[in-house]
């Protein structure tokens, strides 16, 4: 009965062996067109090496004389997979309008990458305070709720002293 079993196996094997090669022999071929010319057909260009792009041309963040991204479209790609579009668009949030910018750069401080969006995160916001101001404390408050709720990975450290640079400066400036 085993073997029986064993040889039913070993057919049913072969048998679905021989549908993928048929079925790769009966299958059209893709038109020319779609291919480049310095390319094979059906070859697929390797992608161009982090190391080779610039960020900052990635996403085009803003230069002089032009205007920056939409916060959503920078909203966008704080969620890619590619570490130097999520760094620029991070840091490209320091200087969007506070409103727009404040609740992507407080989940991403709780939420983000611990080694490099956190920290640029913490930083965006602390731009955000220091250039667009705080009075209505919620840069603060979102600085704090990282210090209190985030993981062991949050470097409540850095955090503090963030926390304490916008306290001061909101007392200097007089808002």
Do not use: C
């Not at 997979?81 to 404040?102: C, K």
């Not at 407080?106 to 250039?131: F, H, M, Q, V, W």
């Not at 209190?148 to 949050?154: M, N, Q």
């Amino acid at each position: 009965m085993e073997r029986r079993n064993s040889l039913f196996v070993g057919l049913a094997a072969l048998g679905a062996l021989l549908i993928v090669i048929g079925w790769s022999l009966v299958r059209k071929p893709e038109p020319a067109s779609t291919a480049s010319s310095n390319e094979p057909a059906g070859k697929v260009p390797p992608p161009v090496p982090a190391s080779l792009v610039d960020a900052a041309t990635v996403i085009e963040i803003a230069t002089p004389g032009s205007s920056p991204p939409p916060v959503s479209i920078l909203a966008m790609e704080t969620a890619s997979g590619d570490a130097d579009r999520r760094a620029a668009a991070i840091t490209a949030l320091g200087s969007a309008p506070r409103a727009e910018a404040l609740p992507v750069l407080g989940k991403i401080l709780t939420d983000g990458e611990p080694e490099i969006d956190r920290p640029l995160a913490l930083r965006s916001l602390r731009e955000l305070a220091l250039n667009q101001g705080d009075a209505d404390g919620e840069i603060r408050e979102a600085v704090r709720h990282a210090i209190y709720h985030g993981d062991d990975f949050t470097k409540a450290d850095a955090l503090q002293e963030t926390l304490e640079i916008i306290e001061e400066s909101q007392q200097l400036s007089g808002r």
